[in-house]
């Protein structure tokens, strides 16, 4: 949860979001100065001295799965692929097929702040010499491909929101953050001054652009904000993000949770989402004589998220706990920040997109168990579909729905169980269709197994 005046999150190019001061960024997509672009992995690896790189690739169920490479054969497998068996990670393989290989991103590499002569690299998965079309990278390189055909460049930013909890006893780590309304609390937040100030000193050394921290709405809950860019470099940085904080965690002897609901009457993690379209250094989503200051095109792209909500669902609240945060009593802070309804707003957090300011959307829908590429994808095949059909999102609303839900037959309701999501998403053609069949396949018969095994399945 970012500020809530001058609100800067992860798409505004004109604020910074600190005491409501206003800055511009040197460029909407800061360059990362400390791991830029580059082509020649193995010639990066020896001049950086490192002794180790993990070729990373994320599973349909967002586990980060990895081989440690050494540097004298990285020129090797960056050529070959590192081989994976496909079916000891959830990627919809038999222990028969072929092995999976996995071919880095040169331009995603970037060194562990904890372990500086190891660095990790996102790999694209390819089967016998093609793209393994399930791969959830592949599958938001698939949807940007589609996006840059129409003329637009996809950017975001994300609010990865989680928990610090006791490794032995799984409650709050900090025994004394117990506030009934803990959000922002600077005691509580401070007393984790050491964990959180090297989490935002390593994004810094990153080149990420972090810009604030806080304690959220549930005790033991915080979120870090870094800030936006290119859906792929987001994507990597959300995955990359939940490893290091994770690990970081555990140094201080706590460990973390991205779970939906990792404690009942808390409120929950959310993955909030900040979308906008650009061209060049133009963003199409801005027009000052718009309602709001948005253009038409970025309502479009907003009727396509509220036409395709329900269905989405399976994908931005992707396990049983998803729907324990959407839609329920409130917690004990007074509220679960989370939508109930396929509804829209202004700044108004209360509806399953707000819009905050005159330059983006934000999709309050997903939550942490979301997978990083995945949610990206999703999010952009249903704004594409809107834009390329020109729905209308219909009027806003400047409701409470908390207090005041929308009257009958003026706004659905969002699922009530994955179970539910999962046949909204199956009977979703256009989603479908955009999305593509291999994938979606595959992720349907994965995720229909998490109610029977009661989710346990996926990690924390």
Known sequence: ML??????????????????????????TPKDLLNPPMTDLAQTVADRG?????????????????????ASAVAALAADGAGFAGF????????????????????SLMVLPWQRDVAWVATNLVVEGQPLEQAPRRVLQQQLKRAEALGFAFRSGVEAEFFLLDPEQGGVADRFDRQSKPCYD????????PLIS?????MEELGWGPYQADHEDANGQFELNWTYADALTTADRH?????MAATLAEQHGCGV???????????????????????????????????????????????????????????????????????????????????????????????????????????????GAANPYLLQAAVLAAGLDGIERRLDPGPRSDANTYTDPPAAGTA?????????????????????????????????????????????????
């Open 412 to 460: 659905q309701p969002l699922p009530g169980s994955l179970e539910e999501a999962l046949e909204a998403f199956a009977a979703d053609t256009i989603l479908q269709d955009a999305l593509g069949t291999e994938f979606c396949s595959a992720y349907q018969e994965l995720v229909a197994l998490l109610p029977a095994r009661g989710g346990g399945m996926r990690p924390t």
């Open 50 to 70: 490192l002794r180790h790189v993990l070729f990373s690739f994320t599973d349909l169920f967002g586990v980060q799965r990895a081989k440690l490479v050494p």
């Open 198 to 202: 090297e989490l935002i000193g390593a």
């Open 3 to 28: 500020n809530r005046t001058q609100r800067h999150s992860a798409l505004d190019p004109t604020t910074n979001g600190v005491s409501g001061m206003h800055a511009r960024f040197p460029d909407p």
């Open 257 to 367: 949770s991205f779970d939906p609901k990792p404690i009942e009457g808390l409120t929950g993690n959310g993955a909030h989402l900040h979308v906008s379209l650009w061209k060049g250094g133009r963003n199409l989503f801005h027009d000052p004589a718009g309602e709001k200051g948005l253009s038409s095109l970025a309502y479009h792209f907003l009727g396509g998220l509220l036409a395709h909500a329900r269905a989405l669902c399976a994908l931005t609240n992707p396990v049983p706990a998803s729907y324990r945060r959407l839609a329920r009593a409130s917690t004990s802070s007074g509220s679960t920040w989370s939508p109930a309804w396929i509804s829209y707003g202004g700044n108004n957090r209360t509806h399953l997109v707000r819009i905050p300011d005159n330059q983006r959307l934000e999709l309050r829908l997903p939550d």
């Open 88 to 107: 000891a990670a959830w990627l919809h393989l038999t222990p028969a097929d072929p092995d999976v290989l996995a071919l880095p991103d040169p331009a």
């Open 239 to 243: 995955a990359f993000f939940k490893v």
């Open 186 to 193: 600077q005691i509580s937040l401070m007393r984790r001054y």
